[in-house]
């Protein structure tokens, strides 16, 4: 199989494009492990229902100076771009076709570790956002579902040196998470680039 393979994913209301073997199980290790070890993870709380909740998670975000990201009732300023992110960015932008100006790096650091239910639509991204998700460490389910919808309709098994990209719709029509497992599992970076288009 082509490393580059595209697989795209028919389902409506959609546009996805999974590519597996995006990169090579060297550069997607190495890749790890310098993330892992060079950035500086952070665990905020959120608020629910009036108590002050950690997320089940370590994340980052950096990104161009404009680029302030708010969702989940945080606001993130972003942390300038390392020549490594640097590095990926240029290579996930070929891919995407659009400018990126910011990734949230999420460390999954083992099953307990996970991201609910929710969509990329915050205001800033624009009426039809692109993320484009890499995956490095170890596999995770990636679930999705339609908005209003109590089942998950399609899942996606996320392999180290895959590559995600959901554009179009997707975002208005479907939910997705990162569910917890009592399997044993790697721990896991997913960077997700997007496109901030205003200030919150």
Do not use: C
Request: proline share 9%.
């Amino acid at each position: 199989m082509d490393l580059f393979d595209s697989q795209p994913l028919n389902l409506p209301d959609a546009s996805l494009d999974y590519r597996p073997h995006w990169l090579d199980p060297a550069t997607a290790d190495a890749w790890f492990q310098q993330l892992a070890a060079e950035t500086p993870w952070e665990q905020p709380q959120l608020s629910l229902h009036g108590q002050r909740i950690p997320v089940p998670r370590l994340l980052a975000w950096y990104g161009d100076p404009e680029a302030v990201y708010r969702y989940s009732g945080l606001i993130h300023q972003p942390l300038p771009w390392t020549r490594l992110l640097g590095e990926i960015r240029a290579r996930v932008e070929a891919v995407a076709g659009q400018p990126l100006n910011g990734v949230l790096l999420n460390f999954y650091r083992d099953g307990n570790d996970s991201m609910g239910w929710h969509s990329d639509d915050e205001p800033e991204l624009g009426s039809e956002p692109l993320v484009a998700s890499l995956n490095l460490g170890g596999p995770r389910r990636f679930d999705l579902r339609r908005k209003g919808g109590g089942r998950i309709e399609h899942s996606l098994q996320l392999e180290s040196g895959s590559l995600l990209v959901m554009a179009g719709a997707t975002q208005h029509h479907w939910q997705h998470q990162v569910a917890k497992t009592r399997k044993p599992v790697a721990p896991r970076i997913n960077l997700t680039f997007r496109l901030i288009r205003s200030r919150p």
